[in-house]
């Protein structure tokens, strides 16, 4: 019933009236665009597209001239598959043209974010309102196939969430109180917190729960090892990481109902989702890109991984076209038994966050050092590992070496989880190769003997 009134009545109203950006409007047409069949997706895509690519060149300095120097001329794509012919978009060129990627009607109107990137590298970006609210109507729409749509109550395993204290944290308690949510804190887990936080879900009887793949996990494992469950919920969301089939399992095991993947980030938010088929992740193509590239940036066919290049059709303020985000993932080929006429991926390899344990028993998520990243712009890459059972090591690529104070608050910002007796040292080093199969370790735990069945 609340669900109802709440998609129906309180959010339309809320959007439309204090937000003025129509956030109800998209979500009304994805859930429709989602069962139009395969042709008729790639006409709506090819539609947007070619408005996009009229508008970056018409109106995005660094656009016209990269493109240009690549061969291109203006005018519409016959297909979909025709875009590429365009060269695709790295991070070190977004960067180094900031001003000339801004569209020329949008600047000074645009917000601004940084991000570690799915591949953590710490990356400034901007967006229009009306990206960001189609963006949210996207995420609902992903969030609504595993039965955490609009208004549902929903347990959110994050990092943060509530602002700590005075006003903000009221505002907060109100905002996510009307969307039915609540967060729990999930970038530190003691044992004894597992305990009260598993009680905390139980209480606020959720019918879904969202979080990163690690703490879930975690989470997860203890209520098994415990034999605990909680009834009622519908479907748990993962999200940060790749969701493998043990952990899978774990999971549905604890919270008694399917588990649901998501592919997301920053940059662009959610870009693919599983449906109640389980067949891989449906990709948004009715509201972005998603390409799979060689490293030449032609498409690899259908069950071979590649390059993930993403192109976001409604941002007019910063259009990037072609975005090598620093994915891998594979296309799944053929119909999903659900209906939907929105393509599938089979798998995503992206970042590995692992959790790094304490010797006190703590376990902080490899998304609280994401997070103590964020700002660190002038870093290319990064990665942490624990080096002994009370000591991290942070390895930077960076141009210039950072400052003791700098090294002190990386520190700091760590032993604020990790405890005060926790080593912290930051090293400059040339390069932090990937695994093999592409993926780039974030965060690296020292070796353990996995649990048992
Ligand atoms: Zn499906």
Redesign the pocket.
């Known amino acids: 019933m609340y669900e109802t009134i709440f998609r129906r009545i309180a959010f339309p109203a809320y959007e439309t009236l204090v937000k003025r950006r129509g956030t109800a409007g998209f979500v009304a047409d994805y859930e429709r665009s989602q069962w139009l069949p395969p042709e008729g997706l790639q006409a709506l895509q090819l539609r947007a597209l070619n408005a996009l690519l009229d508008h970056c060149w018409r109106e995005v300095p660094f656009l016209q001239r990269y493109w240009r120097d690549h061969g291109r001329r203006p005018g519409p794509l016959e297909s979909p598959a025709a875009l590429a012919d365009y060269p695709t978009l790295t991070k070190a060129l977004i960067t180094a043209n900031y001003a000339d990627m801004i569209a020329a009607s949008w600047r000074g109107r645009t917000l601004s974010k940084t991000t570690g990137g799915s591949t953590g590298d710490p990356f400034r970006f901007e967006y229009t309102m009306e990206a960001y609210a189609r963006r949210t109507a996207i995420m609902w729409r992903g969030y609504g196939?595993a039965g955490a749509g609009l208004g549902t109550r929903t347990a959110y395993l994050w990092g943060t969430g509530m602002r700590q204290g005075g006003w903000g944290a009221w505002k907060d308690r109100l905002y996510h109180g009307a969307f039915n949510r609540h967060f729990f804190d999930a970038f530190s887990l003691t044992q004894a917190d597992m305990d009260s936080l598993v009680d905390g879900i139980e209480r606020y009887r959720p019918r879904a729960v969202v979080g990163y793949v690690a703490p879930l996990v975690s989470v997860a494992r203890h209520m098994n090892a415990k034999g605990r469950t909680i009834a009622g919920i519908r479907g748990v969301l993962t999200g940060a990481e790749a969701l493998y089939g043990p952990e899978r399992r774990e999971l549905e095991r604890a919270f008694g109902c399917p588990a649901f993947d998501t592919y997301g980030s920053r940059e662009v938010m959610l870009m693919a989702s599983?449906?109640?088929?389980h067949?891989?992740l449906?990709v948004n193509a009715d509201h972005l890109v998603l390409e799979t590239v060689d490293e030449a940036g032609r498409p690899v066919p259908s069950g071979t991984s590649g390059e993930v290049a993403v192109t976001d059709l409604h941002n007019y303020g910063m259009p990037m076209v072609r975005y090598l985000n620093g994915d891998r993932a594979t296309f799944a080929s053929g119909p999903?038994?659900?209906?939907?006429g929105?393509p599938?991926l089979a798998s995503v390899d992206g970042r590995v966050l692992e959790m790094i344990e304490t010797p006190d028993g703590r376990k902080i998520s490899g998304e609280y050092f994401v997070v103590l990243m964020l700002d660190a712009l002038d870093v290319k890459h990064w990665q942490v590992v624990q080096t002994a059972p009370d000591a991290v090591e942070l390895r930077i690529v960076t141009p210039a070496p950072w400052s003791p104070e700098r090294r002190a608050k990386f520190a700091a910002g760590v032993r604020a989880r990790a405890g005060e007796a926790f080593r912290v040292t930051v090293t400059e080093v040339p390069d932090i190769p990937k695994t093999a199969t592409g993926k780039r370790r974030l965060t690296v735990a020292l070796p353990r003997t996995p649990p048992g069945p």
């Open positions: 196939w599983e449906c109640d088929s067949q891989g449906h999903c038994a659900c209906g939907r929105l599938r």
